[in-house]
């Protein structure tokens, strides 16, 4: 197999695409299901958000008739395309141990595009609903990307100065009190990027009808649909892999051991979600900049403190 050959195959069947979206549409399943069961309902049966995908792919598109067509038509393909960069990226990483200098930071910078197309998606639809949406997750990345970096400056302060996620996975900064506080702040900015309760405040249903999302139908509502169950997989990861010592690199027990931190950290983020009430903007704004970015800025002094002075444990 040539190297372009390989490459595609990478991207589209494994672990691109279709090996991501089929985890994704069955962790959504578990979401699902697990608030469900929370709230004392049955819950879909497994199939369910393939079944949801498949029929939206059999309706009609509809585009406003005051929107910017080209924008609204590429925002979602966009943000899927950076969803699926990143998955690619950690479960290549992940599986080979392939990896380049400052993948970190690349991988940062790939996290934000889904809500910077999910931004420009809502801005082009012309709707009013949208526009409150559209203000809304503007705040809202400004007020969880700042202490999301800081959290990984402090990974980067843990593992003496190491931009490389393969090596970065042979640390495990959250077994110190600067990276557990970290691994927290960064669990909840993760929350808020896949819009889940509390921090579904541009999405709000009962109050702005789906806000971002509203004007979508059909197969581009599908591709969003798509990109949040492919973010529920490829977030997480991200977190297994900067907090937690990743999946290890030898089949067998690390590999289960992988998996089983991958669960933790969704069943964290099914907690948060099931045990919250929705937040207002000012209220998440200032939790992220006040109270995210003084646990933080603590922790940052630990860990240089711990650095400095080889105390692991800080």
């Given at each position: 197999?040539?190297?372009?050959l ?10 691109g ?9 069955v ?36 585009i ?9 038509i590429?925002?979602?393909i ?25 993948d ?5 910078y790939?996290?934000?595009?889904p809500s ?5 998606g809502s ?9 409150i ?6 705040k ?13 400056i ?17 640390f495990?900064p ?35 009808a789906?806000?971002l999302?509203m004007?979508?139908?059909?197969p581009?509502l ?20 900067v907090?937690?010592?990743g ?25 948060i ?11 998440a704004m ?14 940052i002094?630990?860990?240089s ?8 444990w800080?």
């Amino acid at each position: 197999m040539t190297e372009a050959l390989q490459n595609i195959f990478w991207i589209l069947v494994f672990p691109g695409f279709v090996f991501t979206i089929v985890l994704g549409l069955v962790a959504c399943w578990i979401v699902r299901k697990v608030s469900a069961l929370v709230q004392w309902r049955v819950g879909p049966p497994l199939f369910q958000p393939f079944y949801d995908v498949m029929k939206l792919m059999g309706k009609e598109t509809l585009i406003p008739q005051d929107g910017q067509r080209a924008v609204f038509i590429a925002a979602p393909i966009v943000g899927l395309a950076g969803v699926l960069l990143l998955s690619t990226m950690l479960w290549r990483t992940t599986i080979t141990q392939n990896d380049f200098v400052g993948d970190i930071i690349v991988a940062i910078y790939l996290m934000i595009l889904p809500s910077l197309a999910l931004i420009l998606g809502s801005s082009a639809s012309a709707s009013p609903h949208a526009s409150i949406g559209t203000s809304r997750e503007m705040k809202l990345v400004m007020g969880y990307e700042l202490p999301l970096v800081l959290a990984f400056i402090i990974v980067i302060i843990k593992t003496g100065g190491q931009l490389s996620l393969a090596e970065i996975t042979k640390f495990t900064p959250a077994l110190s009190i600067s990276g557990m506080l970290a691994f927290l702040v960064s669990l909840l900015c993760i929350q808020a990027k896949l819009g889940f309760v509390p921090f579904d405040i541009a999405e709000s249903e009962t109050e702005i009808a789906s806000g971002l999302i509203m004007e979508y139908s059909g197969p581009l509502l599908a591709v969003w649909k798509m990109m949040q169950a492919m973010m529920l997989v490829a977030l997480p990861l991200f977190l297994v892999m900067v907090f937690l010592g990743g999946f290890g690199t030898t089949a067998g027990w690390p590999l289960v051991w992988g998996i089983g931190k991958y669960v933790l950290v969704l069943v964290l983020i099914i907690l948060i979600k099931n045990t919250n009430p929705r937040v207002r903007i000012d209220q998440a704004m200032k939790f992220f900049w006040v109270y995210c970015g003084i646990a933080l800025a603590i922790a940052i002094i630990l860990a240089s403190i711990g650095s400095y002075y080889d105390i692991n444990w800080l």
